[in-house]
Nanobody
Framework: VQLQASGGGLVQAGASLRLSCAAS????????MGWFRQAPGKEREFVAA????????YYVDSVKDRFAISRDNTKNTVYLQMNSLKPDDTAVYYC???????????????????WGQGTLVTVSS
């Protein structure tokens, strides 16, 4: 399984970014997908997850109403649209595939079987 994340960068507070993650080596449409992030000196934390079909979406409270996860199963790609970015959103963002297609809400690092390489998002104040 390979997950290739892109779209990070340096932005000012209030700006938007869209992260993309292209997946290969798995039956993409049969897996829920997730995004996690790790800020300097902190543990990796769950950000968002999306069901196989894209209908169900889950977010950590701190990003609700600002971030939106989506997927395109025809392109084997999952996205994270990030709006109204804050300095606290600064982190390396990782896309993630669960270790089993039966994990429908991959919210814990223990659920994850494959990680992307990470893309850095830096939000300046």
């Amino acid at each position: 399984v390979q997950l290739q994340a892109s779209g990070g960068g340096l932005v000012q507070a209030g700006a938007s970014l869209r992260l993309s993650c292209a997946a290969s080596g798995l039956a993409f449409s049969t897996y829920a997908m997730g995004w996690f992030r790790q800020a300097p000196g902190k543990e990796r934390e769950f950000v968002a997850a999306i069901s196989r079909s894209g209908v169900s979406k889950y977010y950590v409270d701190s990003v609700k109403d600002r971030f939106a996860i989506s997927r395109d199963n025809t392109k084997n790609t999952v996205y994270l649209q990030m709006n109204s970015l804050k300095p606290d959103d600064t982190a390396v963002y990782y896309c993630a595939a669960p270790s089993s297609r039966f994990i429908l809400q991959p919210r814990s690092a223990y659920d994850i079987g494959a990680w992307g390489q990470g893309t850095l998002v830096t939000v300046s104040s």
